[in-house]
């Protein structure tokens, strides 16, 4: 099984910067794409960002030129830098990535931006 557990949220102001992070247990890191998604009050949860086994990167259109997907493989944690935020990014983080057709989640880390 796969264990993904988020941390770095927190509260911020308007134009800060805050960085997440997921660290994983139970599988081979390195051979899965991990994400990041959101989900704000009321609202469907959404993909922000996504790192390839490789390195490879994409991002929401919301967060493009803001938000940095990255993953260190031997550290087994995948990274979400998240600077210049807006009171719209409030939001609860998840870490997610998928094994073997399995979808797996972490409990989430909450983020709040003021204005």
């Known amino acids: 099984q796969v264990q993904l557990v988020e941390s770095g949220g927190g509260l911020v102001q308007a134009g800060g910067s805050l960085r997440l992070s997921c660290a994983a247990s139970?599988?081979?890191?390195?051979?899965?794409?991990m994400d990041w998604y959101r989900q704000a009050p009321g609202k469907q949860r959404e993909l922000v960002a996504t790192?390839?086994?490789?390195?490879?990167?994409n991002y929401a259109d919301s967060v493009k030129g803001r938000f940095t997907i990255s993953r260190d493989n031997a550290r087994n944690t995948v990274y979400l830098q998240m600077d210049s935020l807006k009171p719209e990014d409030t939001a609860d983080y998840y870490c997610?990535?998928?094994?073997?057709?399995?979808?797996?989640w972490g409990k989430g880390t909450l983020v709040t931006v003021s204005s």
């Open positions: 790192v390839s086994t490789g390195g490879n990167t």
């Open positions: 997610h990535t998928t094994r073997l057709g399995v979808e797996h």
């Open positions: 139970g599988s081979i890191f390195s051979f899965y794409k």
